[in-house]
């Protein structure tokens, strides 16, 4: 068995990764895999201290096998024939993965900024609590030798069982360890969006035409018919009645525009100065 054309869902935090995910699952030939962090650091352990970026460099022949090998025995467990994966960080390692899969189909979603830091304040204020859905679901499909890839996230782990604020939560370019020492909570969430996304669309586009695509969530949502139906053109997944269903159904356009009642106009000048220059390389207007 070998893996043909796999197809990665990337992007920022909160950039509706997993929506997309949920979507390109209903189709019967596709088995798609959450959050496979552990998967991508093999062999690598001393960058997962640092963040998520990897590069072609740090790839070699051993790790190379491993991937592949990973994959295919989840594929044989689900018994389909074609992986999607679903691990919003891989937006900084696109070289590394094309580098390992050199057919690979690489989505971009990206989302409005405003958007996400939305989002991510309620994530860094979530209630109290274990997440026993999140780490079960993250952690039933990675062998127990592998959960050391794990450990530079333990804190926020425990500071979400104890009820405390998280500092950071995301993707991690670099210079996020030194952000969260000097800034405020929502300047930390700009700098972590504007390097994620520069990171991002740099090494993407860089990549040719049949291995790279960027979707904007806010038109993903508003038109899934035709968002949808340059996903699965570039992706080449025949038979796509169940994925233009689900998209069909579960698609809310009001999603795009709720951080307009709730962002603080405080929060909103003081990120501007951050956010607008890559905001306006991507299309959105202040």
């Known amino acids: ?17 997993t929506w997309l995910g949920k979507a390109l699952e209903q189709h019967p030939d596709i088995a798609c895999w959450n959050e496979t962090r552990h998967l991508w650091f093999w062999g690598n352990f001393n960058k997962n201290k640092l963040g998520d970026v990897l590069i072609a460099e740090d790839l070699n022949p051993r790790i190379k096998k491993h991937i592949e090998k990973t994959f295919i025995n989840y594929l044989k467990k689900k018994e389909k024939p074609r ?14 993965i094309k580098e390992v899969f050199p057919d690979a189909k690489i989505i971009l979603l ?21 997440p ?11 062998p127990v030798w592998e959960w050391y890839s794990f450990l530079p ?12 604020p998280l500092d950071y939560w995301g993707t ?3 210079g996020w360890q030194e952000w969260v020492k000097q800034y405020p909570p929502h300047i930390v969430c700009a700098k972590q969006w504007v390097e994620t996304m520069k990171i991002a669309t740099h090494t993407g586009r860089k990549l040719p035409l049949n291995n790279y695509r ?23 997944i025949k038979n796509t009645d ?12 009001l999603r795009a525009v709720k951080w307009k009642d709730s962002l603080d106009e405080k929060v909103l000048s003081d990120i501007r100065e951050i956010m607008e220059p890559m905001m306006s390389e991507l299309g959105y207007e202040w």
Request: charged content about 25%; proline content about 7%.
């Open 242 to 253: 169940s994925i233009i269903t689900y998209a069909l159904s579960t698609a809310d356009p």
């Open 110 to 130: 990206i989302r409005d900024g405003r958007s996400v830091i939305n989002s991510t304040e309620k994530k860094l204020n979530q209630p109290k609590g274990v």
């Open 153 to 164: 996230r333990l804190a926020s782990r425990f500071k979400t069982i104890v009820g405390q």
């Open 1 to 17: 068995m070998q893996i043909e054309k796999p197809i990665f869902i990337v992007g920022a935090h909160r950039s509706g990764t």
């Open 214 to 236: 960027e979707i904007y969530y806010e038109k993903l949502i508003a038109s899934p018919r035709d968002e949808i139906a340059k996903i699965i053109e570039f992706a080449d």
């Open 132 to 142: 026993w859905k999140e780490m079960n679901r993250r952690l039933k499909n990675v």
């Open 83 to 96: 992986i999607c994966d679903k691990t919003p960080g891989n937006c900084l390692r696109i070289p590394f």
């Open 172 to 174: 991690q370019p670099p």
